[in-house]
DNA sequence: TATTCGTGGCC
DNA sequence: TGGCCAAGAAT
């Protein structure tokens, strides 16, 4: 490999820039965060919890988490509902279903305990080679090197190549060419806290920057290379059912929407008025005055859904054929549901004085 | 390899 | 304030 640091030594300049960051990291990273323990299986939930999550979004979540499951023998025991209601909000629910799965595996295969090798742990399902790498050299397993968002950032800058895929194996390569083989648990910390506090998408920091000198961007201007491969978003419409009986119980069903928010529950989902209209006629609803519509817009990185509520209460009188073991009190729901869902309760309640 | 996975922080 | 982007992985 060709190394484009600009020095007339390489691993002369490697070391120094391998210095440079630890120290930066030892007076100015972050140092106290709640999975800064010595506890593979939290920071396997850490690092789950992480993927393409910011970092201040994660810490109510990681902490309920823990709070719940202490040890990997609480999880084990757990169900697969009984995670996704703690992952209700955080978003990529795969994950949470990854982490039900890997429990299952681990009892089978692993003794009910994680692996601490990287050829085992690289198998378990939502792990690939970032999460496999942190959770192996932060646990004192090992010393791998990563190449999230953060150190893709800053290598591709200090080296003044393009952000892109196609550089996906360059990148790799670089970022384990840097990794010291002692310390590396802090090394890779450094690598991410100075993407997250230095070299930063926008208005990079560098006037503080440890290794500015090093920097290739720095000298000769940043490429901007981040306009290439972005996903249109698309716009969706989608209608909502939402049904509650006289004793304030919501009917509530598994989500069915071409995988998204799979393993959650919410009202009926159709993807338009026709589905709708159909599916209240084989159930026997009529809308009239009863019901209201209410509208809003939410979004997801790569759809923007503009949600069409009806809200109907159902009377106990009526004809309607209702399965009777999908109404829910929301106060003790043992499931997951998702965000829209919430946003959905909080405005029937602000229409209906609802406690 | 390009898409598909959610939601909220941030400016 | 709307758009960018986040401790990526699976397919």
């Known amino acids: 490999m060709s190394l484009k640091i600009k020095s007339n030594s390489h691993f002369d300049t490697i070391s120094v820039i391998?210095?440079?960051l630890l120290k930066w990291y030892s007076n100015n990273g972050r140092h106290n965060l709640p999975w800064k323990v010595n506890d593979?299986?939290?920071?396997?939930?850490?690092?789950?919890?992480?993927?393409?999550?910011?970092?201040k979004s994660v810490i109510p979540y990681y902490q309920k988490f823990i709070q719940k499951y202490p040890t990997i023998s609480d999880l084990l025991k757990a169900k697969k509902n009984d995670i996704l209601k703690l992952w209700s909000g955080l978003g990529f629910y795969r994950r949470a279903e990854n982490i039900f799965k890997t429990c299952e595996i681990l009892k089978k295969k692993h003794n009910g305990k994680l692996p601490v090798n990287y050829d085992d742990l690289i198998l378990l399902p939502g792990i690939g080679k970032t999460t496999a790498s942190a959770i192996?050299?932060?646990?004192?397993?090992?010393?791998?090197?990563?190449?999230?968002?953060?150190?893709?950032?800053?290598?591709?800058?200090?080296?003044?190549?393009?952000?892109t895929t196609k550089n996906n194996k360059y990148l790799w390569d670089y970022?384990?060419?840097?990794?010291?083989?002692?310390?590396?648990?802090?090394?890779?910390?450094?690598?991410?806290?100075?993407?997250?506090?230095?070299?930063?998408?926008?208005k990079p920091n560098c006037g503080i920057c440890p290794v500015v000198k090093y920097c290739i961007s720095h000298t000769k201007g940043f490429l901007n290379s981040n306009e290439i491969n972005k996903p249109k978003i698309k716009e969706n419409n989608i209608w909502v059912m939402v049904l509650v009986n006289s004793k304030n119980q919501f009917f509530l069903e598994s989500v069915n929407y071409n995988g998204l928010?799979?393993?959650?529950?919410?009202?009926?989902?159709?993807?338009?008025?026709?589905?709708l209209s159909d599916w209240i006629k084989i159930h026997n609803i009529e809308l009239n005055k009863e019901h209201t519509i209410w509208k809003f817009v939410h979004h997801l990185s790569h759809i923007k859904f503009s949600f069409n509520v009806i809200f109907y209460k159902v009377k106990s009188n009526k004809k309607i054929s209702l399965s009777p073991d999908n109404w829910y009190?929301?106060?003790?729901?043992?499931?997951g549901m998702p965000k829209y869902q919430n946003k959905?309760?909080?405005?029937?309640?602000s229409i209906n004085d609802y406690n």
């Open 18 to 20: 391998q210095e440079a």
């Open 40 to 55: 593979i299986y939290k920071i396997w939930i850490s690092e789950i919890m992480l993927q393409q999550t910011q970092v």
């Open 136 to 163: 192996l050299t932060f646990s004192g397993n090992g010393a791998y090197s990563i190449l999230d968002a953060n150190v893709k950032r800053f290598l591709s800058r200090l080296l003044r190549i393009e952000n």
């Open 175 to 202: 970022s384990t060419l840097l990794l010291p083989n002692d310390k590396a648990s802090e090394f890779i910390q450094a690598y991410m806290d100075i993407g997250s506090m230095i070299c930063t998408p926008k």
């Open 261 to 275: 928010w799979r393993g959650l529950y919410s009202s009926p989902l159709f993807k338009n008025y026709g589905e």
């Open 329 to 335: 009190n929301l106060s003790n729901i043992e499931f």
């Open 344 to 349: 959905i309760i909080d405005k029937y309640k």
